[in-house]
Every structure is written in C-alpha cells, then in structure tokens.
C-alpha cells in the first residue's frame, strides 16, 4: 500500500498518507495542526479514536497508551502509520483566532551563543508574508526527505519581525551539529508553522505557574513577554530547571523583568550542584520546588515544557494536589521521530 485514505471527524476532511508516514505527519503536512506535544509516543496529546481502519506501530505499541485504550480503538498519531484506509476522530483545540499553518522560506539573520550548547537563532521571513502565532507555540524547520526539527518561538506576537528560537545542541543531531560547526548567517532554510496547542489561555482569571526545564524556557520567555510587555498584571510565577547555572542563560535577564514587573516571581532551580560550584538557590527537582512552595494547587493554572521526564513527573504529580487536567498545558521536548527511530533501532542493535 503506498498511500491510504484518512477522513478526519467531525470535519469530514479527507487527506492522503504514506504507508510509512505517521498520521500526525500526514496532517502537519496538509497544514493542519492536530493536537500533539511530544511526537515521540510518550504524552499521548495526539491520542484519538480510529473509528475504522487499521494501524500499526512498528517499534511497538508506544509508552503514551494503555492496552486497554489501543482495544477501545484508540490509538497516538505521532506512531501510528495506516494499515488501510482510515477513519479518525479528533479533538478540536483549535483557538478561535489561530493563524494558518504556513510553509516559508526564510534566511538565518543572526547567531549568537547564549550557552556553550544552545545558539540563540534569529530568523528573518519575506517581506512579503505575514506570520501570526500564538506566544508559547514552535515552527518546524524542514530538513531532506520530509523530516522535521520542532523549536519553540523565544519571542512575542507583537515584537515578531524576527523569529527567535533556543536551538540546544544535540551530540550527533542532524540539525544542530551544521548549526554549532558550520551554519553561518544568511543561511537559506524553509520552515513550516506556527504549530502545537501550547499557548497562554487569556481568558483564564487564575494566576499561572510557569515551569520549565533547560530551553523548555524559550516558549515560556515568549508567554511572560507576551502578558507583561502588554499590561497584563495577574500573579505569574516562573521556575526555570537546570542542571547547572551556565544553563541558566538568561538567568540576569529574568531577574530584571521581576525589578520592573512586580506580578512575576522568579525561581531557579538546579538539579545537582557540582563541586566548586557558588550557588546559594534551590537545588532538586524543578517541579517538587513547585509543590514545596504551592502544595494546593486548585486555583492555578500550570504551563510546563521541557525534558519528557520533567513533563511527566508534573503530570503525574501535580493532580494529586488538586490541579485539575483543564489547568495544566505542556509542551514535551522530545527527540525528533526520526532521532528516536534511530535511537530505538541502535537499542536494538538493528540497522535503522
């Protein structure tokens, strides 16, 4: 089978997708953005019922479902390739005024180190195009053969003359080893987006807890720009993990927003202190300093993203003191499909 049938309920649209493509895949490609987060199997976002049709996963069913929901016809689109023609109900997410997902050339503007492995990348689109995004959601950069690398936009809506990502390098990544070793400035690249459900719900009266782990801070820096740049004045508190201060890259920078903005709280915490090291803060898990500091959680909103592991722990944790799944949003930072195919066949001792 070369390609399959996919109708999506209840909008009735109907798409084509590879026999070795993901049904996420197929729908990104199309421009649609279908709820998802990790794209890795674990988060289960993309979780959505195959009403008819067969699917498969070929490394296996996926750590993100249960046996007992893959039996009731549920099935995670970021792993699940088409056996036949599909039918799948999806979760509409869509905010009301969401921008269209968009495919762009652009050009790299400007690089600069912000840590020894993460390049601040600023990338500037035609003049041309418009580009309107949600602040907390990422952009696709487009690499051969249809893969994909997903980065955060670090920047606001209202200062988006450039695009600005945290790109973290990744010992023997595709992407970001030509990014560190040889991508210069003006470097031509195409991306796709905006993309993810992982924006700031205004609406919302609650104040908000802001968490996030390594450049799982790009996303959440666009969120506390968006809201106090704009006037937005309820109670924000952000923690920002870290496995040393080094990591912690724009640590000078927070602290002065919280001198001018007296709504933001600000706490870093570092996992480990290593030997030599001068730090007087919190030291231990990002999220159980949250929960030190807020063991009731009720009347808050969380917004987390970051490594798969910490995002889990909150989703774990976190309801237990009383956060209900509506209050909590995450976007998991996990490797790209391809990465993890790559990773799991070498776990195998497979060739990929």
């Not at 997903?150 to 200062?159: C, G, Q, V």
Request: proline share 7%; glycine share 8%; aromatic share 8%.
């Amino acid at each position: 089978m070369a390609y399959a049938r996919l109708t999506l309920l209840p909008s009735q649209q109907v798409l084509t997708i590879g026999a070795d493509e993901t049904v996420l895949d197929a729908a990104l490609r199309a421009g649609l953005n279908l709820p998802h987060s990790c794209k890795g199997g674990h988060c289960a976002a993309c979780r959505a019922r195959v009403v008819e049709g067969l699917v498969d996963y070929p490394d296996g069913r996926p750590p993100g479902i249960t046996v007992d929901e893959e039996r009731a016809g549920y099935a995670l689109l970021c792993e699940a390739r088409a056996r036949s023609d599909l039918i799948v109900e999806i979760r509409q997410i869509a905010h009301a005024d969401q921008a269209e997902v968009k495919s762009l050339p652009c050009r790299i503007e400007h690089m600069e180190p912000l840590a020894a492995d993460v390049m601040q990348v600023l990338l500037r689109l035609p003049a041309v195009e418009s580009f309107q995004f949600e602040a907390g959601q990422y952009i696709d950069i487009m690499l051969p053969g249809s893969r994909r690398r997903s980065f955060s936009l670090a920047n606001p809506p209202h200062d988006a003359k450039l695009l600005e990502l945290h790109i973290r390098r990744v010992k023997g990544g595709e992407f970001t080893e030509q990014l560190f070793l040889g991508m210069r400035e003006r470097t031509l690249l195409r991306i796709e987006g905006p993309l993810g459900q992982f924006w700031f719900r205004e609406e919302s009266p609650r104040p908000a807890l802001l968490v996030g782990g390594g450049t799982g801070y790009a996303p959440l820096r666009s969120m506390m720009r968006h809201l106090l740049e704009r006037g937005d004045r309820r109670p924000l508190h952000f923690y920002w993990g870290a496995q040393s201060a080094e990591d912690l890259y724009e640590y000078r920078r927070v602290r002065d927003w919280t001198r001018i903005y007296p709504n933001l709280e600000f706490t870093p915490v570092l996992s480990a202190l290593r030997p030599g090291t001068r730090w007087t803060g919190r030291v231990g898990l990002v999220h159980e300093a949250v929960l030190e500091d807020f063991p009731a959680l009720a009347a808050f909103d969380v917004y987390t993203a970051g490594p798969p592991a910490m995002v889990e722990a909150i989703r774990e944790s976190f309801p237990r003191h009383g956060l209900s799944p509506e209050q909590l949003f995450f976007d998991s930072f996990d490797y790209a499909p391809d990465v993890l195919a790559k990773l799991r066949a070498a776990a195998r001792g497979a060739t990929p």
